[in-house]
């Protein structure tokens, strides 16, 4: 496979293909993480253990890095008690306003009922 557009794509790292906006999104979240962490009175090394993780994933969890798996996120956020309730929500069908745009675009403009066959 000889396409540029597949050797350039494959050699590009999550970070760089991310968008700004989901970028500063899980930096976000990290510090929210690290700050809760720091309320319990937990250390980094200690939660990492109950998220079955190393430190340093754990630190890149804070860091919101977005090549760390998301149920590493999760996990800890789990652990810490934090409400993951309206992730699942995110992927509704009846959240999903592209998907209702390009079903109502794909509707026939008029409507007629289908034809008896006649007898013979």
Do not use: W
């Amino acid at each position: 496979m000889n396409d540029p557009c597949v050797t350039f794509i494959t050699h590009m790292s999550t970070v760089d293909v991310l968008p700004l906006r989901l970028k500063r999104s899980l930096v976000q979240l990290g510090t929210g993480i690290n700050v809760a962490r720091r309320r319990r009175r937990l250390t980094a090394q200690m939660l990492a253990e109950r998220a079955g993780v190393t430190r340093q994933t754990f630190q890149r969890v804070e860091k919101g890095d977005p090549t760390v798996a998301i149920g590493t996120y999760l996990m800890v956020m789990f652990i810490l008690g934090l409400d993951t309730r309206g992730l699942e929500r995110a992927a509704e069908p009846h959240a999903d306003e592209v998907g209702s745009t390009l079903q109502i675009a794909e509707l026939p403009r008029t409507v007629r009922p289908k034809r008896k066959p006649q007898p013979k």
